[in-house]
């Protein structure tokens, strides 16, 4: 069983947290895009996300879809990163009745789901809340 070409075009952000930084105004943007909305350019430099940043927002999500009922309750978030990027993601390692917005977490790469009868295991990027 192959690769989709849709995790082959999008191993660089999802399993290395790559991003592409304007080479003309210095605006960050994840998933990377080929034209920048602030000043037009075309031309982007890559650069590696910051591994932690703040939560921003967040939701308890108590019924959760077939794929995630082992999982539930779990929470879904915004965090920004260190470097400015806002990317959603999943909360875990707590008890979701324990989230803060402006609660300090880190990044680290996991296993997100399980896709289809052939068991493709996607991986990706989960927050993991920061205790001092």
């Not at 927002?57 to 879904?76: G, H, L, M, W």
């Amino acid at each position: 069983m192959g690769i989709t070409a849709r995790n082959w075009r999008e191993y660089p952000q999802r399993y290395r947290m790559e991003a592409a930084k304007c080479n003309k105004c210095g605006k960050i943007f994840f998933p990377p895009r080929l034209v920048c909305n602030e000043c037009g350019n075309r031309e982007f430099e890559q650069v590696k996300l910051a591994g932690e940043g703040k939560l921003k927002t967040f939701t308890v999500i108590r019924v959760a879809p077939s794929n995630f009922i082992d999982e539930q309750p779990y929470a879904v978030g915004i965090v920004e990163l260190t470097d400015g990027v806002s990317t959603l993601m999943q909360i875990t390692d707590c008890d979701p009745d324990e989230l803060s917005i402006g609660m300090r977490v880190k990044i680290e790469f996991r296993k997100v789901q399980t896709e289809g009868d052939a068991g493709i295991l996607m991986y990706g990027y989960k927050a993991v809340p920061l205790r001092e």
